[in-house]
C-alpha cells in the first residue's frame, strides 16, 4: 500500500499561513454549528464537522477540491491512501468511489473541512485562455491528490468563505473567487491530471467521458466494447486509462456506484432491499445482498439500521466528503 502525505515545503509567510488557518476553522465552526454538514449559500461550497474518529466509510468523491480546516482525513482508493490535515488541500478530478474516514477530530478540537464542487466548464476556459500562463504537464496520476496550502490558495478560501456573511455578494463575487481558485490548482503539479481530463483529444479526457456515462447510466447493462466507442478509445486501451484514473477496471466502478446508490435508498428513502436492487440495475436479489456485505461489511437492512441509529446519515451524504 503506498502512502501520499506530501512533505511541508510552505516557506512563504508561515505566519500568515497560520493566521489563515485558523480564520477559516473559525468561520466553517461558526457557520457548521452543531451540525455535521451544512450546505451554504455558495454555489458547490458544503462545509463539514466531525467531533469523534470514524469508521471506514465507503462514498464518491465528486470533483471536487476539499480542505480539512482542523484535524485530518484518510482517504482510500485502489491500494493507495492519501492522508490530508489543514497544510493540504485534496482533488478529485472525476467522480470516484473511495474509503474516507476522519482519523484526527475530538470535542475540544473537532474535524471542520469543506468541500468546492469543480466546474469543468471554468477548467476548460481557462485552459483555453492564451494569457493563462498554466505549465503544460502531462497528467500520469489517478485522478485524486493531495496538494500544499499556499497563503494565497488559504485565502481564496477564506474570502469565499466571508461572502456568507455578505449574502448579496455572493452572486456577483463567488464565480470570481472560485476561477482564481482553480487557477492557482491548475498551475501547479496536483493540477496535472485536471488539467489533462480538461483537454479535449487527450487520453484522459477520453476516459473521463466513460467514466461520466457509467456515473450516469449506472443502472444500465454495462458493454465495454459500447462504452470504449463512446470514449473514443480501443477496449485495451480504455481499461488502462480508466484504471490509471480509478484504480479499477469500468465494471467494478460500475459495481461500486451501483452498490452507493442502493444504499442511498435503503437507509435515506427506507426502499426494500428488492427495490432498490431492481432500481440500481441488478437482476438478482441474493447477489445484491453478497456484493453490498462486501462492501459495506453488514447486509443492507443491517447496515441501514446502524447507519439511521448512529444518524450518520443525511441527505446526499454518501457522495460528500
Not at 163 to 169: E, G, K, M, T, W
Not at 226 to 247: D, K, Q
Amino acid at each position: 500500500m503506498t502512502i501520499h502525505s506530501p512533505a511541508r515545503n510552505i516557506t512563504l509567510a508561515p505566519d500568515r499561513l497560520e493566521e489563515l488557518k485558523a480564520e477559516l476553522a473559525g468561520r466553517i465552526a461558526a457557520y457548521v454549528g452543531t451540525e455535521q454538514k451544512r450546505i451554504t449559500a455558495v454555489p458547490g461550497l458544503t462545509v463539514h464537522r466531525r467531533t469523534a474518529p470514524t469508521p471506514p466509510c465507503s462514498m464518491t468523491y465528486e470533483p471536487s477540491l476539499i480542505l480539512t480546516a482542523q484535524g485530518r482525513k484518510r482517504v482510500e482508493i485502489g491500494g493507495r491512501t492519501f492522508i490530508h490535515g489543514s497544510s493540504h488541500y485534496l482533488l478529485a478530478s472525476v467522480a470516484l468511489p473511495v474509503v474516507a474516514r476522519v482519523v484526527e477530530a475530538s470535542e475540544q478540537k473537532p474535524c471542520l473541512a469543506l468541500s468546492l464542487k469543480l466546474q469543468m466548464p471554468v477548467v476548460r476556459e481557462l485552459l483555453s485562455r492564451e494569457d493563462t500562463a498554466i505549465p503544460p504537464l502531462a497528467g500520469k496520476g489517478p485522478a485524486i491528490a493531495i496538494g500544499d496550502l499556499t497563503v494565497e490558495l488559504l485565502d481564496a478560501f477564506c474570502r469565499l468563505m466571508r461572502l456568507l456573511d455578505s449574502p448579496r455578494d455572493i452572486d456577483f463575487l463567488h464565480g470570481l473567487i472560485e476561477r482564481e481558485i482553480v487557477f492557482r490548482v491548475l498551475q501547479g503539479p496536483e493540477g496535472a491530471r485536471l488539467r489533462a481530463i480538461a483537454t479535449s483529444g487527450d487520453q484522459s479526457y477520453r476516459a473521463a467521458r466513460a467514466i461520466a456515462w457509467i456515473k450516469e447510466n449506472y443502472a444500465k447493462p454495462l458493454r465495454v466494447e459500447e462504452l470504449a466507442e463512446i470514449a473514443g478509445m480501443g477496449v485495451s486501451t480504455l481499461h488502462h486509462h480508466f484504471r490509471a484514473l480509478t484504480a479499477m477496471s469500468p465494471l467494478q466502478y460500475q459495481k461500486q456506484i451501483r452498490l452507493q446508490e442502493a444504499r442511498t435508498r435503503i437507509s435515506i428513502h427506507g426502499l426494500d432491499v428488492g427495490s432498490a436492487a431492481l432500481e440500481v440495475g441488478y437482476e438478482s436479489a441474493s447477489q445484491f445482498t453478497r456484493e453490498y456485505k462486501r462492501l459495506f461489511g453488514q447486509t443492507p437492512m443491517r447496515d441501514a439500521r446502524t447507519l439511521r441509529s448512529t444518524e450518520t446519515v443525511q441527505p446526499a451524504a454518501l457522495r460528500a466528503p
